[in-house]
């Protein structure tokens, strides 16, 4: 292992003394040897150390001070001190400036090398594991943080359903839904959760955060979104400082595809944090003039904290034609990129979601279409999900246009069936009453009473349209055929049909019929 070390020494004599020994084991390479504390302060700045070795008497400042300093300000480089005598006093002093070795003066090879070694090999091993940390936060999850630009704007609404909506696209895709709105969180009421286990459970343990804890304090909503609750408790919510909120969002960023969180309306320090950390963030705002000032408000706080500066979306929710304040003036007045996404107004299309705590019961409608599209506008969705579920919204549209095609096509068949069985119905009946009226006729009754029997065999539907013509030996009997319902529309179709009969014979044989439709 080789490794860069820094010399403080008051002078130039002991200085390259120092360089001397430090040099001859090969694995040390000297940047440079300086005999003022300032210069230390400089080195420190510009260059990649590993250690640093300053002599007990290097001025102006108390040694053990400027140790203090480095160890604060590059807590990632060892300080080794060089001093006459080990008192238990200097070695107290030493531990608690943050000194990682202390040599003996005048220099030995042996403790110069051995104390500098494993001082800096501490030193790399620190590195290496926080820049671990700081690629693995880099590689995971999209993080996307929502904020209201005051109370009540609908951010925990939104937050929900988008992590939903992110959920819902791909069942393989590792979504949470974090709830930073420390005292005033509502997500558990709003999904109707009963779990007790939150983010404050992970307080103690933040340093050092296993899988296994993180995945006890999730909540798994049925769908397979998990849940990072607020303590169930507002108070206790002061106890997620920036520290452990930034512990606690590494760790599930590295564990989750997306993670959605919602961070409220103030700038508490884990908001804060989570605005910071988050690739993207939302504000929502509603069209009008108190809310877009507040959300401006909120964007410059974020900028003068240097929490955030790019990356900001602006979401109108509760968005109605009616508003005095449309798009184009939130654009003019809002200091940050609008959303193209709208969710309009409709208190009673949430309702019924809202009130039960399942969200699934959000209509189809404008509200829910205007969450889907922002929800792809931020990615959430690919487009090709999206694309997806508009291939399925016209595939169900065509498949519902050919069924209701079809049901016409059969609605016209039976219908034509039906006219037909009415047509041949209605011979059946002129038949009838030609030769109840040919009876008669072979009694030589009178035409009154022929057309009165023929009537009689007739339902009352068909009598109206009922043409009697008797001969002197048969009985013609015309009917109209009616239109789908007997007895009020009738088609222009007759039908007419003759019965003769022998006037001379008493026991009559059936008459015999003829007929035809005109
Ligand atoms: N587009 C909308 N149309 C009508 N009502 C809405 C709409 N969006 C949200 N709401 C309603 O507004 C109320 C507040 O919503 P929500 O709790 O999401 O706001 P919030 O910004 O998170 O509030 P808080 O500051 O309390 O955290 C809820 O009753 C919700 O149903
Ligand atoms: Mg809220």
């Not at 930034?246 to 320090?269: K, P, Q």
């Not at 949430?350 to 404008?366: I, M, S, V, W």
């Not at 041949?424 to 009154?448: I, P």
């Amino acid at each position: 292992m080789t490794y860069r070390v820094l010399f403080g020494l008051p002078d130039a004599a002991q200085a390259s003394e120092a360089v001397a020994l430090a040099e001859e084991s090969g694995e040390c390479t000297v940047l440079d040897a300086v005999t003022t504390a300032g210069a230390i302060l400089e080195g420190l700045t510009d260059r990649q150390v590993d250690a640093v070795c300053l002599h007990e008497r290097l001025g102006p400042l108390p040694v053990l001070d400027l140790a203090r300093e480095i160890a604060t300000r590059f807590p990632d480089i060892a300080v080794v001190l060089m001093a006459r005598e080990q008192s238990q006093g200097l070695l107290r002093g030493a531990l608690q400036s943050g000194v990682r070795g202390v040599v003996t003066l005048p220099l030995s090879l042996e403790d110069l090398q051995a104390t500098v070694a494993s001082a800096a090999a501490w030193a790399q091993a620190v590195r290496a594991r926080l820049t671990a940390e700081d690629t693995e936060d880099q590689l995971e999850g999209r993080v996307l943080a929502v904020a209201g630009a005051k109370g009540g704007v609908g951010a925990t609404t939104i937050a929900v359903r988008l992590a939903l909506e992110a959920q819902t696209a791909s069942r393989h895709r590792r979504v949470c839904l974090i709830d930073f709105d420390l005292q005033a969180g509502d997500v558990r009421g709003l999904l109707d959760l009963t779990h007790r286990r939150s983010i404050a459970d992970l307080v103690e343990v933040a340093e050092e955060l296993t899988a296994r804890q993180l995945d006890e304090s999730l909540y798994l909503y049925p769908t397979g979104l998990r849940i990072l609750l607020p303590p169930p408790d507002g108070e206790h919510g002061e106890y997620i400082n920036g520290y452990v909120a930034r512990r606690v969002l590494g760790a599930i960023r590295s564990r989750f595809d997306v993670v959605v969180v919602d961070v409220g309306s103030y700038v508490t320090e884990a908001a804060a944090m989570a605005a910071e950390i988050a690739d993207q963030v939302v504000v929502v705002t509603t069209p009008d003039v108190a809310a877009l000032r507040a959300a401006n408000r909120l964007i410059a706080l974020w900028e003068r904290l240097q929490i955030r500066k790019d990356g900001i979306g602006v979401v109108v929710n509760r968005a109605s034609k009616d508003s005095e304040v449309q798009a184009d003036l939130v654009r003019r007045v809002v200091d940050a990129t609008v959303l193209k996404a709208a969710i309009p107004a409709d208190f009673r299309a949430l309702e019924a979601a809202t009130n039960t705590g399942k969200p699934a019961r959000l209509a189809d409608g404008p509200v829910r279409r205007g969450l889907t599209g922002l929800a792809a506008e931020l990615h959430l969705i690919a487009p090709r999900e999206r694309a997806r579920r508009g291939r399925w919204r016209s595939q169900r549209g065509s498949v519902a246009a050919e069924t209701m095609g079809l049901a016409f096509t059969i609605g016209v068949v039976v219908l034509l069936l039906w006219q037909a069985v009415l047509a041949g119905f209605t011979f059946v009946l002129a038949s009838h009453a030609a030769r109840e009226g040919a009876r008669e006729l072979a009694v030589g009754a009178a035409t009154e009473q022929i057309e009165a029997a023929a009537a009689a065999s007739l339902p009352p539907a068909w009598l109206d349209s009922m043409r009697l013509d008797p001969g002197s030996a048969d009985v013609t009997v015309q009917l109209a055929v009616p239109l789908i319902v007997p007895g009020r529309f009738l088609t222009p179709i007759d039908v007419s049909a003759r019965a003769g009969t022998v006037v001379e014979q008493a026991n009559a044989r059936p008459p015999a019929i003829a007929g035809g439709i005109g």
